[in-house]
């Protein structure tokens, strides 16, 4: 029994399966009810629902959401390899990986303050294609996404040209088995899914939710 493969599954599980809530100083037992601004002060159009890459990318959780995804959806594949054998138990590894990166996307995608909001955990979705698929394939397809993301009209759409992307660049540019680029394809459409079938608006921020009040 390799021991350190156990510990480093052990880890990277805990990165994937960490709730993204819980990077704001740690987690609340109870929900917040929304902060209130002054409509007078701040200008926005409330049917906006694309995603902003400037303002994305200075978020440092983004940043946090896409080295964990990288680091443990790899480490993850990786070490059912070495514990399983690569070759003899090709299947073990590829259910393996799905289950555990499967409840990695739900506990990303899942909000709960104050009521259930789904949320389009982009860089955690990148992050997870860049430790699976590869650097060249992952980063190809984020730069990709984020260079058409302003003519994107909300993050559904992001994240399925992110899919495709993954999918379509693994094809072309590499000789590799497509069955786990298939796989977080599969994963990358699962909020967009989600959100069709629920009826729920997949929110493109993760932010506090604010409640916008009238000038006094």
């Known amino acids: 029994m390799n021991i350190f493969a156990i510990i480093c599954l052990f880890v990277a599980v805990t990165l994937l399966w960490f709730p ?81 990166l499967l409840v990695a996307v739900a506990i990303q995608m899942v909000r709960m303050e104050g009521r259930l909001s789904l949320f389009a955990p982009i860089f955690f979705l990148q992050g997870m294609t860049i430790g699976v698929i590869g650097p060249l394939v ?37 000789d590799s088995d497509l069955v786990l680029p298939l796989v977080i394809t599969g994963l990358t459409w699962l909020p967009v899914l989600t959100s069709a079938l629920t009826r729920r608006r997949l929110s493109a921020t993760f932010d506090k939710k604010q409640k916008v009040v009238p000038r006094p």
């Open 138 to 174: 992952g980063l190809l397809s984020l730069a990709g996404t984020w260079a058409v993301s302003p003519m994107l009209p909300n993050s559904s759409a992001v994240l399925f040209v992110q899919g495709g992307l993954a999918v379509g660049l693994t094809f072309l540019l590499t």
């Open 20 to 100: 993204r809530g819980w990077l704001r100083l740690g987690a609340r037992l109870t929900a917040k009810p929304p902060r209130k601004i002054n409509q007078g002060k701040v200008e926005r159009d409330i049917h906006d629902n694309s995603v902003k890459p400037v303002a994305e990318a200075a978020k440092p959780r983004n940043w946090i959401d896409l080295t964990r995804g990288a680091i443990g959806a790899g480490t993850v594949v990786f070490t059912l390899q070495e514990l399983l054998g690569s070759t003899e138990s090709t299947g073990g590894v590829l259910y393996g990986s799905l289950g555990v």
